[in-house]
């Protein structure tokens, strides 16, 4: 089984990440504390990036291309996360309005 999970964990593991998701937008969306919801994206994607797109493990070039496209946009959206964990979400923030 090179890089492939059974039926079941496979189901299991696109759950945990639909779950995983579901309080991610709010922070963002509202820009109500950014660097929280930053950090929860960049720790979703620290755990799912590598699992879910193994390119290293596929044979067909075609995919093999596709999955390392997806990772490497993924590696982008965590730094992007990360950068928002440490400056923040801006000066016209809902945040910032509250001081």
Known sequence: MKGNTPGICKIAKHALSGLSTLGHPKFDLLSAAARFGAWLIALFLVGVTPMMHRFWTVPDPTMHQMQMVMFMKNLAMLGG???????????WSLDSRRK
């Open 81 to 91: 996360a990360l950068v928002i964990t440490q400056i923040g979400s801006g000066p």
